[in-house]
């Protein structure tokens, strides 16, 4: 949903009080004859005050891009539609190019969604069976369910994604263009999941009614923690921040402007308190308030029997849907269809709250092994309608990635992968990247090897993509599983955290696996939190494995203030013996720098590892710890 208006959810007042309402809100109540349009801000060019919509999102107050409007708020704005027969016409749904906001209009590469939740009030984190951040403050399952979603996207063949793949961006795309010149910049088909990051962000309260600006810092700081310090690591990067359970943000439950969700930037100066500084250039975030509070007006059973989570994965799916092609509002594709009643709305606004079984209606995704959620549609250009499918659109070059297969090896010994991959233009040179390798094992972009020593057990789920010098990407996706073989191996699970959690291990504190924290591979574990936080402790238990004698890790400790009030340590206790060794002395360093440490191992005896990161909650001095490569072999 598209320019700087806020969409209302639902009103408690009678359709005549809140004309009456809208009016007022323009400083219009009482005047006599028909307004002009344009002294009120966000009505049509051609309309007059008294032809215009109350229940627009235009009415009267500042309208947050891609607010998601509450159920009885879009009926009784359909309602007057049609008794007004203002129904819409072809055409007037029509999305048009912005011309970019800092030269960004979509998110033209493979999309990286960072998730915040935002205050101590989601509770004491756990882990569930996916491997997923749990909270016991979300009785909804809320948390498990986004994770899962978001690892879904661009997987098992999906097709509701891909309506994204006919909008695009750059310097060959005119304002106001309707469609794409075969030249631009196109948001790719997002193949093998969008999730790049957790972080339970605990180091205080989340406001009980928290502004803009606020949500905006939330996800400036989000940014800096996940290691995102340039522009160019942010140019694809998608923070949506996770509001707890009881919490009113952006005053989303207030009954005459309240709404389910919405997505900005941080230089929006319509926010609330004001847009929100930079030092790792344009954030684009959403406001994800715990909508399942505000029940059916915010999608609970709109698609399931009870359907708990119906409106949150709609509100979540239509955000990022509007983001991709809406990433600084309202710079990329938007309605600007003059006199429409879609006029300022985004891509998944137009679609909103379509019944399911309805053309365009919502209806359940499966994303395979991720779980099956509610989605709904999104406007196409191409095909003029609201599409909760769309075919995957290539445009220009197409590069192909052959998928080698499924494959195994054995930790400890020796891995040479080579990648192939073609491209429909001659004379374009290939660069490659990989996701989900298993630790140890590395990518050479010019050549597409695959190649190094692995050192954590388990299965992995590879996506191989090469891009050339256009744009024009491909990806292949295959599992490669590492076993332990008969000579030891590792006996750890997870121990490279390449999963990009926290699977395997028991955790307290702030316990999160940013790439920031990885010594080798895509992830590592970082303890401990840049903001001020108390005890962190990543614990398993493993058996030493036959064959195995040592016990091996890598950190790396951010420690500004002094060994008597912060510090790392890590001990091996052997459960068979009742013994316990101190791998890591306490240590305070301001170095930042990677060590290895070793401790020595018996087969068959069980033992349980715990990492660990002090740090005293005094502000300006946080302490935290990254591990990783934890092997026994």
């Known amino acids: 949903m598209g320019h700087s208006r806020r969409l209302r959810r639902a009103k408690y007042a009678t359709l005549t009080g809140m004309a009456s309402l809208a009016l007022a809100a323009a400083g219009l109540a009482g005047a006599a004859g028909p307004a002009a349009a344009q002294d009120i801000p966000g009505i049509p060019s051609n309309s007059t005050a008294n032809e215009f919509n109350p229940w627009s999102p235009q009415a009267g107050h500042p309208y947050r891009h891609g607010a998601v409007p509450g159920k009885q708020q879009h009926e009784n704005y359909k309602q007057w539609l049609a008794a007004h027969n203002q129904a819409a016409a072809t055409g007037q749904q029509t999305l048009s190019y912005g011309g970019g906001v800092d030269g960004i209009g979509v998110q033209s590469g493979h999309s990286k969604v960072y998730l915040i939740f935002y205050g101590t009030q989601w509770g004491t984190q756990t882990t569930d069976a996916n491997g997923n951040a749990k909270f016991s403050g979300d009785s909804a399952g809320a948390a498990g369910a986004t994770q899962q979603m978001f690892k879904g996207i661009g997987t098992n063949g999906e097709t509701w994604s891909a309506d994204l793949t006919q909008w695009c961006d750059g310097p060959n795309v005119a304002s106001g263009a309707v469609s794409c010149p075969s030249n631009a910049n196109f948001i790719p088909y997002q193949s093998g999941g969008v999730l790049s990051g957790v972080w339970y962000d605990n180091a205080a309260a989340s406001p009980s009614q928290a502004t803009g600006n606020q949500l905006a810092q939330e996800a400036v700081k989000a940014a800096g923690h996940f290691g995102n310090t340039t522009a160019a690591a942010n140019r694809d990067a998608y923070y949506i ?143 003029n309608s609201c599409a909760i499918s769309h075919a995957i659109l290539t445009h220009g070059n197409t590069v192909t990635v052959t998928n080698p297969g499924n494959q195994t090896g054995t930790v400890g010994t020796a891995a040479s992968l080579q990648i192939s991959a073609s491209d429909s233009a001659s ?36 996506t191989v993509t090469a891009k050339d010098t256009t744009g024009a990407a491909g ?60 005890d962190s402790t990543a614990a398993q238990t493993f058996t030493a494995p036959t064959g195995s004698s040592k016990l091996s890790f890598w950190y790396s400790n951010t420690c500004p203030d002094t060994l008597t009030y912060d510090w790392a340590t890590a001990t091996l206790k052997d459960n068979t013996t009742g013994t316990t060794t101190t791998v890591l002395a306490k240590t305070c360093s301001s170095a930042a720098t990677w060590t290895n440490q070793t401790a020595t191992v018996t087969p068959g005896h069980s033992y349980t590892l715990t990492l660990s990161n002090h740090d005293d909650n005094y502000a300006g001095d946080a302490t935290y710890t990254y591990y990783d490569d934890v092997t026994v072999s």
């Open 241 to 383: 921040v996770l509001s707890p359970h009881g919490t009113n943000p952006d005053d989303y439950q207030n009954p005459t402007t309240g709404y389910c969700a919405w997505h900005d930037w941080n230089g929006d100066t319509t926010l609330t308190g004001g847009a929100a500084s930079s030092p790792y250039g344009d954030i684009a975030f959403s406001n994800q308030p715990y909508n399942i509070d505000a029940g059916a007006n915010c999608g609970v059973g709109f698609v399931n029997s009870p359907g708990t989570l119906d409106g949150w994965t709609m509100t979540l799916g239509h955000e990022w849907h509007e983001m991709m092609s809406d990433q600084n509002p309202a710079g990329g594709w938007t309605n600007h269809v003059s006199g429409s009643s879609y006029n300022g709305q985004e891509n998944s606004d137009e679609c909103a709250w379509i019944k399911p079984g309805s053309t365009g209606g919502a209806a359940n995704i499966s994303f395979g092994a991720f779980g099956s959620y509610a989605e709904q549609a999104s406007w196409s250009n191409d095909t």
């Open 427 to 462: 004379g374009q040179t290939l660069t490659y990247s990989a996701t989900g390798l298993p630790a140890g094992l590395s990518i050479n972009s010019s050549t597409g090897l695959i190649s190094g020593t692995p050192t954590a057990s388990g299965t992995a789920s590879v």
């Open 475 to 534: 990806s292949t996706s295959f599992t490669w599983t590492e076993s332990t073989g008969g000579g030891g191996g590792n006996a750890v699970t997870n121990g490279g955290f390449e999963n990009g959690n926290t699977t395997g291990w028991t955790t307290t504190g702030t316990a999160t696996t940013p790439a920031a924290a990885a010594h080798t591979g895509s992830y590592g574990l970082q303890l401990g939190s840049t903001s001020p936080s108390t």
